[in-house]
């Protein structure tokens, strides 16, 4: 099945139900399924315009949240052509190097991208049209081979007519085919092209829709970046899959607002969301000595009545993924009753790889190994943890253009190494340890997961943001322990920044609530905030090395 088939199956059963909502011209806007389809056909004759050639090109979308994201998408994956999605906020050496990789011949891309873009088009002998979208009062001018194009007016020129319609029909993927080129955020490393084909993401979808479940009421709250493989899955092509409707926030301050409005049954979160949606709810709990009292009895669900009312009322699932959930927050919102759950996935899986249904969530565990998925624990140490390896319909063909780095990524019997060290119970529930890569072996070969660390150093009020790294000291066997920590603002605005105060603090807990030989030897404190990926993770790859003696 492909995104093909999901588009249709949506439009001819629900064609007058809502695809998606969003604001625009001063009002909220809902687009029914078969206008959704219209304007799809239309941009597609806008790729066939453009010399885009389904099979064969690629084309990549650098766009902030919007539903022309969507619509683009749509049209370039009905056809066949393979999607490049990109994050909206990659510096100019970033997008260089995935332009370049993909080899994309166009790219769809928003107006403040435009002075980048000149800057580098001459270098990118592939790519041949600039279309932007939302275009600036003044399009830059052509540079080298590539044209610039408005996406507006390419949109007003392209009428659905017979020939625009038959052109679609005519073309279509085969489930193989690959849909998106999704590039690794780059945690350690130079980023790599995913290759995720139409079944890769029938595979996630169909498994969304048989065990949350999902349906047609559906509707996916449309807060994280579309081209992060997590949002792109499930706020964008589940809802077509099952019928739903996408609903896009107006921005990150109207969330509160928009969920009022919006009423969504399901809502896509990092941890960093989660855990300000529960501060934002605390903080009304603490000022309210009724809720106070309630939840000290233990009567959060009383409380959660009127905390269901803040995500619109109709809140099915929140679904938290793309780095660690601090565990006090997945039990506060336990308490409260809202269905929280912590998820895992890697992009070259599609991204999912466990998830619970609905009522079987164990907290600090991200649930179980999808049932469509083969898996295995190999190099298991003493206390059972090891190295995740996966098999399945989601997982990616292989990275485009990258041959070395895909035979690495696979084992002989066609497991993904996922590079995460789990550990699994006897119900299934896995439990990630940490990455295989920021382990840390010290000169005993003890194993030490820096997200262990990492987790306890967080509960100090001093502290923002940690990373734990293995550090070497010249003539010496293994790696010590070495923590940098960016202490809390609040904090250091109340206690005139000390730097040796973070230190100690820090000191004290660690010796207090970790075994000695995961006691970090050495701490820095860090002014400024982390290099983050746009998944909110820190860029360990920037930072390692950097304590080495």
Known sequence: MTIRNFLDASVERYADRPAQRFYQGGQWVTRPYHALKDRVIRIAAILRDLGLRPGEDNAAIMLANCPEWEEIYLALACVG??????????????????????????????????????????????????????????????????????????????????????????????????????????TTGVPKGAMLTHRNFEANADFAKNIIPFDKDDDFLVVLPLFHAYAFMFGFLTPVYVGGCSSFVRSLKTISEDMRILKPTTILAVPLLAEKMYAKIEAGIKANPLARFLMAIGLGKIVGKKVAAVFGGRLKVMAIGGAPTDKRVLKAFAKLGVPAIEGYGLTECGPLVCFSPLGQYVIGTVGRVLPCMDYKVVNEDKTGAGELYVRGPNVMKGYFRNEKATANAFDADGFFKTGDIVRIDWEGNVTICGRGKAMIVNREGKNIYPEEIEDVVGRAPCVSASVAIGYRVEGEVGEHVGLIVVPDEDWCKANNFNPEAVKTAVQKLCNEQLAEYKVPRKIIVRPEPFELTSTMKVKRVKYEGTLDE
Request: proline letters at 7%; aromatic letters at 6%; hydrophobic letters at 40%.
């Open 81 to 186: 052509i393979t999607a490049v999605p990109m994050d909206a906020r990659l510096k100019k050496r970033e997008v260089e190097h995935i332009l370049s990789d993909s080899k994309a011949r166009a790219i769809f891309a928003g107006p403040a991208f435009a002075e980048m873009l000149g800057l580098i088009v001459g270098g990118l002998p592939d790519l041949q049209t600039c279309i932007f979208v939302g275009s600036p009062e003044i399009l830059p001018e052509a540079s080298g081979n590539c044209e610039v194009k408005s996406f507006e007016a390419l949109v007003e020129a392209s009428p659905l007519n017979d020939t625009a319609k038959a052109w679609f029909d005519e073309h279509r993927p085969e489930d193989d085919s690959i849909a998106s080129i999704l590039y690794t955020s780059g």
